[in-house]
């Protein structure tokens, strides 16, 4: 007698597949808002424990928060002089797309300070999101994924996913689209590649990173059709179906940050006015590591100040562990993403300080923590990353409660 077994039902799987991924999102986004809570608890203490406290709203509208909210207000039509003649900088250095939510969101009766401050936080949402994913996607496992999001939402300056600052929306958009493009889902990739470009400078390195995914895909595509033996004709069809959608993503992303810098030199009337913007207001120009370096050596050898030396020590420290972190040999397109990213922080001169948040949306300095906490038992990564919090969060909001200069 034979005993018929029941095939699965399909639809069942599928729904139960859904609701494990809704799972893991709510995961995620439950360990981004017990660090912004913790985050603000920790702000609004060291805030209070000041002769002249600034206040929590106060606190995570400054600096950047202001500059964004003017320039929701409309960019200005030129370049910005000071009472004696010199060039300062202005609106036209901070990329469109945050403040045009910013914008968006007043137009539906938000203040400009509230506004900044919803986006922001939606955007750390979806960067949670999309943190999980793409950490799921790169080693296979739910549980990578959380790490990836616990370890990324605590890191130091991470403060910046609850303040008026755009670093919350480019994490969201580059975690976002480096797990579309790994799941070849071309047309997300290249829309939320554009949204990088149009969101940091930075974004010029995503969509680098973004065009490597496409490289690899396409000759994927022929080394499978060449291998299954095809006929000539249907195979240069196939080939033709599977290119152009990876391609078209990665030249979407690229256009990005050159269509921006191009505008702003059409607005101002010379092609390099936005780089002359930058190094007038913020010091900023690419100076091959220089002042890096300087600002190495002087802090660790003459440098007085906690601050400074722990802003060498993280500056340290990730570039070790992205060298640990290629020596295993990742995913190329991330890998080359971070790269070039780190080159663009530690190769640019500016407010040192600045620097660990610059550092943040770089996944690629994360990779070796998350696949430790992946291979250690649940209790032991649960207290490592818990440990890596403590200090994150905290260092962030003593960096913008206490420390008197700008991130």
């Known amino acids: 007698m034979s005993t018929a077994v029941a095939e699965p039902d399909v639809r069942t799987t599928r729904l139960w597949d859904l609701a494990g991924r809704w799972r893991g999102a709510g995961i995620a986004i439950g360990i981004l808002a017990l660090t912004r809570v913790v985050q603000i608890l920790l702000l609004v203490g060291l805030d209070r424990s000041i002769e002249e406290p600034a206040g929590l709203r106060s606190n995570l509208l400054i600096w950047d928060g202001g500059w964004f909210q003017r320039v929701a207000a409309g960019y200005p039509?030129?370049?910005?002089?000071?009472?004696?003649?010199?060039?300062?900088?202005?609106?036209?250095?901070?990329?469109?797309?945050?403040?045009?939510?910013?914008?968006?969101?007043?137009?539906?009766?938000?203040?400009?300070?509230?506004?900044?401050?919803?986006?922001?936080?939606?955007?750390?949402?979806?960067?949670?999101?999309?943190?999980?994913?793409?950490?799921?996607?790169?080693?296979?496992?739910?549980?990578?994924?959380?790490?990836?999001?616990?370890?990324?939402?605590?890191?130091?300056?991470?403060?910046?996913?609850s303040m008026a600052y755009s670093e919350s929306l480019f994490l969201a958009l580059v975690a976002g689209m480096f797990a579309a493009a790994h799941r070849k889902v071309w047309w997300a990739a290249g829309v939320l590649g554009l949204g990088c470009a149009l969101t940091r400078p930075t974004g010029a390195a995503a969509a680098v990173g973004l065009a490597v995914a496409a490289i690899l895909a396409v000759r994927a595509g022929d080394k499978a059709g060449?291998?299954?033996g095809e006929e000539a004709g249907d195979a240069n069809v196939r080939a033709g179906e599977k290119k152009w959608p990876p391609l078209v993503a990665a030249a979407v992303a690229l256009a990005g940050v050159p269509a921006y810098l191009g505008w702003v030199g059409w607005r101002v009337g010379e092609p390099d006015a936005w780089f002359k913007i930058q190094t007038a207001g913020w010091g900023t120009s690419f100076d091959y590591g220089s002042s890096?370096?300087?600002?190495?050596?002087?802090?660790?050898?003459?440098?007085?100040?906690?601050?400074?030396?722990?802003?060498?020590?993280?500056?340290?420290?990730?570039?070790?562990?992205?060298?640990?972190?290629?020596?295993?040999?990742?995913?190329?397109?991330?890998?080359?993403?971070?790269?070039?990213?780190?080159?663009?922080?530690?190769?640019?001169?500016?407010?040192?300080?600045?620097?660990p948040r610059l550092l943040l949306p770089v996944l690629l300095t994360l990779l070796p923590a998350v696949a430790a906490a992946t291979k250690a038992r649940p209790r032991v990564a649960i207290l490592a990353i818990c440990a890596w919090g403590a200090f994150g969060l905290w260092y962030g909001a003593y960096l913008v409660a206490v420390w008197p200069y700008t991130i």
């Open 77 to 161: 039509t030129g370049y910005t002089y000071g009472p004696t003649g010199t060039l300062e900088g202005n609106e036209l250095a901070f990329f469109p797309l945050y403040p045009m939510l910013i914008r968006l969101l007043t137009t539906l009766g938000f203040s400009s300070g509230t506004a900044a401050l919803t986006v922001s936080w939606l955007a750390s949402i979806g960067a949670a999101v999309a943190l999980h994913l793409l950490g799921t996607t790169l080693f296979g496992s739910r549980k990578a994924g959380w790490a990836l999001a616990a370890i990324c939402c605590s890191a130091p300056m991470s403060v910046v996913l």
């Open 226 to 228: 060449a291998r299954a």
């Open 292 to 355: 890096t370096l300087t600002f190495l050596g002087d802090t660790l050898s003459v440098g007085d100040g906690w601050v400074p030396m722990s802003v060498a020590l993280i500056l340290l420290v990730a570039a070790v562990a992205a060298g640990v972190a290629l020596a295993g040999r990742p995913w190329l397109p991330l890998a080359v993403y971070g790269l070039v990213a780190m080159v663009l922080v530690y190769g640019q001169a500016g407010y040192y300080h600045s620097k």
